[in-house]
């Protein structure tokens, strides 16, 4: 993993990314600056292991974490959760 310090709000926005189910790693990525491996060991590190358990087994090989995997027409998708996110920001709930 990269040597970047992440701050507990940043930490928790990428668990929240990673969780859901539409949200794919290509954009974690581009927010975070971390890949797929570095984003599961992040998991891995900050998790219970039987969370973690639970998330990798929901995650692997599912087509909408993968963007090489999805739909051709699934293009964006955005949580009702996330407000928009402005110049790669974590948004304030």
Not at 68 to 73: I, N, P, T, Y
């Amino acid at each position: 993993m990269d040597e970047r310090i992440f701050s507990l709000t940043e930490i928790d926005r990428i668990i929240e990314m990673a969780w859901e189910d539409r949200t794919t790693f290509d954009a974690i990525e581009i927010q975070f600056g971390l890949k797929q491996t570095d984003v599961i060991a992040l998991m891995r590190r900050e998790m219970k292991a039987s969370s973690f358990k639970l998330w990798r087994k929901r995650t692997k090989n599912r087509p909408t974490k993968h963007a090489a995997l999805r739909a051709k027409d699934m293009t964006r998708f955005k949580s009702n959760l996330q407000r928009a996110i402005t110049h790669n920001k974590i948004s304030k709930r």
